[in-house]
């Protein structure tokens, strides 16, 4: 079995998943949390991802966190060999992996049919060019006019992204949702839980959530990362926090319009999340933080103890 919990940034994915790991090994069946979020990925981003803290980490072993220096580039390619790998790691040891992330596109990648189209140097290069010189803002707007599912789904700001789709339009002719794959999985028995609440509940929560991570020192993490080279990174320089702390310390912005920024920013990030796992209709939703945690945990024993699906043809 492969469990899958999903849902939008800072409605309690973490704790239910440890407390969901433990639940299984206490049942006679050892479980590891696989880590889906692109941003845990980063050495040193701690603060702004919320990443699991060393104490969550020694309850119940979590792959694929702190596993890229920020300098490096994570690509959705990459990371589906490397969670692929975590979970035949898993399952080769007896071990149940629970696949916590709040991409959709990570988490199809991994457990479902997912193939990647082809790139070519010219048209890449041609569109990095135009992206350096009018910005990420106007290809999201020109990617918007002729796949709105595509812009719904990526940043504003997230240029890289916004180029790979503008590439797989251009070669295919197709608009880049239409790489996507079916719902089919690609791999055994996986069972997928979905977490979420209402949008009054979660906009608090994230307002909560970037008001403890400027706390706790968002603002200097973020600088303790500059001489490690944060700024030269094409993914970790874009995450949410980290890109509006250096828009602070580069005068860009005030501190307190940076914090602001990093809020409205998740929150709108977290509808899209919202949106596009509501589309999948294998997942089961469990409800919200707003629902007792033992209820939710119940909940979800009750998805994975039902008869699982098959291996799709």
């Known amino acids: 079995m492969i469990v899958v919990l999903v849902g939008p940034t800072a409605v309690g994915k973490s704790g239910l998943a440890i407390a969901l790991a433990e639940h299984l090994g206490a049942g ?45 580039t994570s690509t959705v390619a990459e990371f ?17 992996p629970v696949v916590v992330g709040g991409s959709a596109l990570y988490v199809r990648a991994v457990v479902d049919e997912f193939r990647f189209p082809g790139t070519d140097p010219d048209v890449r290069a041609r569109l990095d060019a135009e992206l350096a010189e009018r910005g990420p803002a106007a290809l999201h707007e ?7 599912g595509a812009a719904a789904a990526i940043l504003p700001g997230n240029g890289r992204r916004i180029v790979r789709a503008l590439e797989v339009i251009e070669l295919t002719g197709e608009p880049f949702t239409a790489s996507l794959p079916a719902h089919r999985y690609a791999l055994p028995d996986v069972r997928q839980l979905g977490l979420d609440t209402d949008r009054t509940t979660l906009d608090s929560r994230i307002a909560d959530r970037v008001d403890r991570m400027w706390a706790d020192g968002l603002v200097e ?5 500059l001489d490690r080279g944060l700024r030269e990174g094409r993914t970790a320089s874009r995450a949410l926090g980290y890109a509006q702390v250096l828009d602070h310390l580069d005068g860009r912005t005030s501190e307190a319009e940076a914090r602001e920024l990093t809020v409205t920013g998740t929150r709108k990030f977290a509808r899209r999340q919202g949106s596009w796992f509501r589309r999948d209709p294998r997942i089961s939703w469990l409800g919200g933080p707003g629902d007792d945690p033992d209820t939710l945990l119940d909940r979800a024993a009750d998805v994975l103890a039902a008869p699982g699906p098959a291996l799709a043809d």
């Open 28 to 72: 006679g069946r050892p479980a590891e949390i696989v880590n889906a979020d692109s941003m845990l990925l980063y050495r040193g981003m701690d603060i702004g991802t919320a990443k699991p803290t060393p104490a969550e980490r020694a309850r119940v072993r979590h792959h694929l966190v702190d596993v890229l220096d920020v300098t490096e």
């Open 80 to 96: 589906q060999t490397l969670a692929r790998a975590a979970i035949e790691d898993c399952l080769t040891r007896g071990v149940v």
């Open 142 to 148: 020109r990617l918007a006019a002729v796949d709105p």
């Open 221 to 225: 993490e973020v600088r303790g990362l």
